[in-house]
């Protein structure tokens, strides 16, 4: 019913907040779907993620900016009135609340997505068991593995998909 990649956004976004692993697997999964447009809702989840990875860093510029994209594309897919499982207008009232807790530069607080299917929860919850995680904990600040995860990571990958994108795109100047 649901792709498998979204639970797995969901279990790290609303258990352990690992908003950075939040955005590889939907990154991933969005990579090899089909469609790879820009303003797909699994664009707008990512970046949602990426806002909560920024504020919780007191990176405010940044969540501002990435937040504001996701609001625009998560806003586009209103034919759904429940995204994914989730119910569309108390997410769009806690995004809204997000917003302006970011344009005050307040500090960061954990919020979770609000899923309504009973089946997804049943499978998010059931995945946070298996996983050690709580579903609906708070955000632990002090574990330096989850909050400062993109200085902690090995780039090796990364490098090297830039050098071939650079390679390639000389190639067909």
């Not at 897919?77 to 806690?94: H, N, T, Y």
């Not at 574990?143 to 090796?156: A, C, G, Q, S, Y």
Request: aromatic share 10%; glycine share 4%.
């Amino acid at each position: 019913m649901y792709p498998e990649a979204y639970i797995q956004f969901l279990i790290h976004f609303n258990g352990n907040r690992d908003y950075f692993e939040c955005h590889e697997i939907l990154e991933e999964y969005w990579k090899e779907s089909n469609e790879r447009k820009k303003d797909s809702i699994w664009v707008g989840f990512i970046l949602l993620a990426v806002s909560r990875y920024h504020h919780r860093r007191g990176n405010f510029n940044g969540a501002k900016r990435t937040l504001e994209k996701a609001i625009k594309i998560l806003s586009l897919q209103d034919c759904e009135r429940v995204i994914q499982g989730l119910d569309a207008d108390k997410l769009f009232s806690k995004l809204t609340k997000l917003l302006s807790q970011i344009n005050n530069e307040e500090s960061y607080q954990s919020i979770n997505l609000p899923v309504t299917d009973p089946v997804l929860i049943d499978a998010c919850t059931k995945e946070c068991k298996e996983k050690g995680f709580i579903w609906g904990q708070e955000s632990n600040l002090v574990d330096e593995l989850i909050v400062h995860r993109h200085k902690l990571r090995d780039r090796t990958y990364i490098i090297e998909e830039r050098l071939e994108a650079q390679k390639n795109r000389k190639g067909n100047e």
